[in-house]
């Protein structure tokens, strides 16, 4: 019986998802689908050409591995890359690639484009000498790449900030859209990228504008009637960094003017930077033609730090500020805050002062006492997903891999461990935690227990793992 496609691909999945970290597999790997199988050629479906260069740069080695082992030595993987959804009928215009890891050498093709763009066209509105002007950026010069920490949670939106950087407008993910929750970086990332082009290239003109300001900007241009003046200042312009598009909601007027900014800037092969609270799909109040051209590049989203990214970015403001303080108290601080960079970076400059104007040297007793504001519940009692979390974490695991049958030794001993501290730290019983991992039963939990005391008692690295993460179940 002949494997479908999808067969073949979900197959490949199950080995790619174990050779990389979970956020990678899901930020590159979740969104792709397979659309057919010819012979011993795979075809699967990439959302856009960044994708495709992406996997092609990273992966491309594994893809070729995992494709052979399912199909043989002759299998090949072949590309169909969506490049505009925004067609009026209604299926996405796509283009077919080879993967260059397909044995013999594959040049990357020229990507068709839907609509044909005369980039020789000048605009009759641009004011003669405009370019010879001094346009103050209105960036922040403390919000750069070397202060912004490296995750997974952003690891795709800081390499697509720094391509754009390298390259403003000559990228294929132009517009860059950075969106996520409040307080995770997104303003900063973008202006990460427009101090970049402006070390680099200091030629271009960059401006950064804030969503309200552009809105109130174009309402003054309309009242004092030089709306046109307000125009050509923005087409000028090399780079746009708009902040926070999801205040153009139900602005018909000023979404209808940024359009057409939008376009020219575009067509003109410059760069457009935009952030949002949301992804572009869940953008309410806008136009369909202004929400299709924000998908047309890449959007790339900021998910909340994972505790080794908080740690790494609270070491970093240390040292910018010239401080030290004790690695249990930047533990805790890590440990507690966990859901928002703005109020880690606010929690430690509310610690530093505390400390300064009391005369006491910042302990953890301190760091408890000052932090109340910010720590939501700090007598919360402790859970069984809240442990399962934290060894997670610890060990690098995906949280999902503890509950599943998996025999892999490291998920093996991330589950036992969650297990014995789940039972001596929580009041569940034994049935209510094996139904709690996997729907495994009571005699596992006792044998994961006893398995892990034991391993206390012989193995001194294991010792201290439980001991690492026993400490941080304390600080909770």
């Not at 003054?220 to 205040?247: E, R």
């Amino acid at each position: 019986m002949e494997k479908t496609c999808t067969e073949v691909w979900k197959n490949c999945l199950q080995i790619i998802k174990d050779n990389i970290p979970s956020q990678s597999f899901k930020t590159w790997f979740e969104p792709i689908s397979a659309l057919k199988l010819d012979g011993k050629v795979l075809t699967i479906q990439v959302p856009s050409l960044f994708f495709y260069e992406w996997l092609e740069e990273h992966y491309v080695g594994l893809l070729r591995k995992t494709v052979k082992k399912q199909l043989g030595e002759e299998g090949r993987l072949e590309y169909n890359i969506v490049v505009d959804k925004s067609s009026n009928s209604g299926s996405p215009y796509t283009t077919n690639m080879p993967s260059n890891g397909n044995g013999a050498e594959a040049k990357m093709q020229s990507m068709p484009i839907p609509v044909s763009i005369n980039k020789d066209i000048k605009n009759p509105f641009i004011i003669p000498g405009l370019k010879k002007l001094n346009v103050d950026p209105q960036l922040n010069s403390n919000y750069t790449f070397e202060n912004y920490i490296e995750g997974d949670c952003n690891r795709l939106a800081r390499s697509a900030g720094y391509a754009v950087a390298a390259k403003p407008g000559g990228t294929s993910f132009n517009p860059l859209m950075v969106y996520g929750g409040v307080g995770l970086g997104k303003t900063h990332l973008a202006q990460a990228i427009g101090n970049e082009i402006k070390r680099t290239m200091p030629d271009k003109l960059v401006i950064y504008v804030s969503c309200e300001k552009f809105c109130q900007q174009f309402v003054d241009s309309l009242k004092n009637n030089t709306i046109n003046d307000f125009v050509n200042f923005y087409q000028a312009m090399d780079v746009i960094i708009m902040d926070d598009v999801h205040n153009f909601a139900g602005k018909e007027k000023t979404q209808d003017i940024f359009f057409h900014i939008f376009n020219h800037l575009h067509q003109s092969g410059k760069q457009v930077i935009l952030t949002s609270d949301k992804a572009p799909k869940d953008l309410a109040g806008l136009e369909e033609r202004l929400l299709s051209r924000f998908k047309w590049g890449l959007s790339a989203d900021l998910q909340i730090p994972d505790l080794e990214t908080r740690i790494a970015i609270l070491r970093k403001k240390m040292y910018a500020d010239g401080i030290e303080l004790p690695q249990e108290v930047v533990e805790y601080v890590a440990h507690n805050i966990d859901n928002n960079v703005r109020e880690l970076e606010g929690a430690m400059v509310s610690l530093l002062a505390q400390s300064t104007l009391n005369k006491k040297d910042i302990d953890l007793s301190l760091a408890k006492q000052m932090l109340k504001n910010f720590i939501k519940n700090t007598t919360k009692e402790i859970s069984m997903e809240y442990i399962q979390k934290l060894v997670c974490e610890y060990f690098e695991v995906p949280v999902d891999m503890v509950k599943s049958p998996t025999r892999k030794r490291e998920i093996v001993q991330a589950r036992q461990i969650s297990m014995y501290l789940s039972k001596s730290h929580t009041k569940s019983s034994l049935k209510t935690i094996g139904a709690f991992f996997g729907g495994r039963d009571h005699s596992t939990v006792i044998y994961a227990c006893q398995t892990v005391e034991d391993l206390i008692d012989t193995d001194k690295k294991f010792k201290g793992y439980v001991h690492d993460i026993q400490k941080k179940l304390k600080m909770s």
